[in-house]
């Protein structure tokens, strides 16, 4: 049998379907993989035994089906990793974080229900940054995730979730759950070869989804392919009333819009995006996907979207705010970590001290100060007039163009350690991704070319608020023009 793990998560439904392999062959496949991928740190928890469990399960059930002349669930029987942002009923959920301990969920999060329900077969629950504050995975209580991508030196997978994408990428996983509040789907997506979207704001429910800042964080997935990134989505998205900004609209089967012609699509460049310093590769890669798009029949535009350089600051002052407000909660008090102090403060102030890293505590004081009376009109105020600028930058946009092209980031994965003392380098990481989580906009990153030092780069897709279809359609012509086959070479293994 050939290697399973290779497949795609679409080949290996397509081979479940056929009666090929089975789930628990799969399942165990993968498991081998993940026990021997520990070097790479993409797991904090395995559930090894209880993926065996489900995909035993899911056979049954796939036997039971075929005699009922029943459909399989969209993801019937597939390995999958979720990031432990996730609370999942009866496995640990700390968000890299000490303060949240030994916490195991009584409930599962809306986006993991509805994987489960359509047959996702849990193989653990995968690193990120801590509480999904950072780019690189370094925040991590549990430490970096490993970007398989390197072996003579430790690079980061990206952040926040570096463990999604890193499990992704080296094969440990058919597709991982993973969220983005400024990024972090699509810019470890970038750093490691994979596809990562993040659909507008609304579409994926964020219930039981341990909250960052709550008017920007939403979930996606981390893929092997384009259209494996939409069958992933079709499942965790869908209107849920737990969640008052879930949108009550109908789930499109993305799946569809791959390989559909992109003739007569206009596709906007931002003239903003070329950034001082952005390096020559990075340039070269864009135009290169210019091109690509050209060819496959689409119609370039310039576009301008002349608030993008005020985007970065802003976002850095809303994330932190709601952040500082979201992470009040953890006190002590009902779960997690606690440390008793002399009185009531004494204690808030151990627990506090002893359970959130450094990058954690500076967001909570970043937040802190920018909503404080005084401060509160010159930077939050300010930071959300900017934001509705943003807004209307890309309202003004979509007058002459379908989508909009950019890089995903401004370089390639980059060493463990290496921007890790200067959070400015490492917020500049979010230059091109920042814009559609402040306008609530879908962004896709496709792999599409490799850097002078061999490592992946990824371009950035942009579409209007509910037309992932559009999105789902110029990814998958630019996938099938850049032809990005290269994997990292498995030594970690
Ligand atoms: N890197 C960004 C930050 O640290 C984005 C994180 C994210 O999208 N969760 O805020």
Not at 473 to 479: D, G, I, Q, V, Y
Request: overall charge negative; charged content about 20%.
């Amino acid at each position: 049998m050939t290697d399973l793990t290779k497949l795609t998560l679409e080949a290996a439904l397509g081979g479940m379907a056929k009666g090929e392999f089975s789930s628990v062959e799969l399942t165990d496949a993968h498991i081998k993989a993940c026990e021997a991928g520990g070097k790479l740190n993409a797991f904090i928890t395995d559930t090894h035994e209880l993926a065996r469990e489900q995909a035993a399960a899911s056979d049954a059930r796939r036997v039971s089906l075929k005699k009922s002349g029943g459909e399989a669930g969209l993801l019937e029987g597939a390995p999958i990793g979720v990031k432990d942002l996730f609370c999942t009923e009866g496995v640990k959920t700390c968000a890299a974080s000490k303060i949240l301990g030994e916490f195991t969920p009584t409930y599962e999060s809306t986006v993991t229900a509805n994987m489960k329900a359509d047959g996702m077969v849990m193989l653990g629950k995968l690193n990120l940054d801590e509480f999904a504050m950072g780019s690189s995975n370094e925040t991590s209580a549990y430490g970096p995730s490993i970007n398989p991508w390197r072996k003579d030196k430790d690079l980061v997978p990206g952040g926040s979730s570096g463990g999604s994408a890193a499990a992704v990428a080296a094969d440990l996983c058919l597709g991982a759950t993973a969220t983005d509040t400024g990024g972090s789907i699509r810019q470890p997506a970038a750093f490691t070869g994979t596809v990562g979207i993040k659909p507008t704001y609304g579409r994926c429910s964020r219930w039981g989804t341990v909250a960052f800042a709550s008017s920007l964080d939403q979930a996606g997935p981390i893929a092997k392919t384009v259209k494996d990134a939409a069958i992933l989505l079709e499942s965790m998205a869908g209107y849920d009333a737990k969640d008052s900004t879930s949108l009550n609209i109908d789930v499109p089967k993305w799946s569809g819009a791959c390989g559909q012609s992109v003739k007569g699509l206009r596709v906007g460049i931002p003239a903003e995006y070329t950034v001082d310093g952005m390096p020559a590769e990075i340039q070269a890669l864009w135009d290169k996907g210019v091109a690509m798009m050209k060819d496959a029949g689409a119609e370039i535009v310039p576009i301008s979207l002349p608030h993008t350089k005020y985007a970065l600051p802003a976002y850095y002052v809303v994330a932190p705010a709601e952040a500082s407000s979201n992470l009040a909660r953890y006190d002590g008090m009902r779960y997690g970590l606690r440390v008793d102090g002399k009185d009531l403060n004494d204690t808030y102030d151990r627990t506090r001290t002893a359970g959130f890293g450094d990058e954690v505590r500076r967001r909570i004081m970043i937040g802190t100060y920018v909503l404080s009376a005084g401060y509160y009109d010159a930077y939050y105020l300010r930071a959300q007039k900017v934001r509705s600028r943003i807004v209307e930058d890309f309202q003004n946009a979509w007058n002459s163009c379908d989508v909009i092209l950019t890089p995903t980031t401004p370089s390639a994965a980059f060493p463990v350690g290496h921007k890790f003392s200067d959070p400015v380098q490492m917020y500049l990481n979010d230059i091109f991704t920042v814009t559609t989580n402040l306008a609530g906009l879908p962004g896709i990153s496709v792999p599409a070319g490799l850097s002078a030092d061999g490592l992946p780069l990824g371009l950035q897709l942009i579409g209007k608020a509910l037309d992932e279809e559009t999105v789902f359609k110029a990814a998958s012509a630019l996938e099938a023009a850049a032809g990005f086959t290269a994997k990292p070479e498995a030594w970690w293994a």
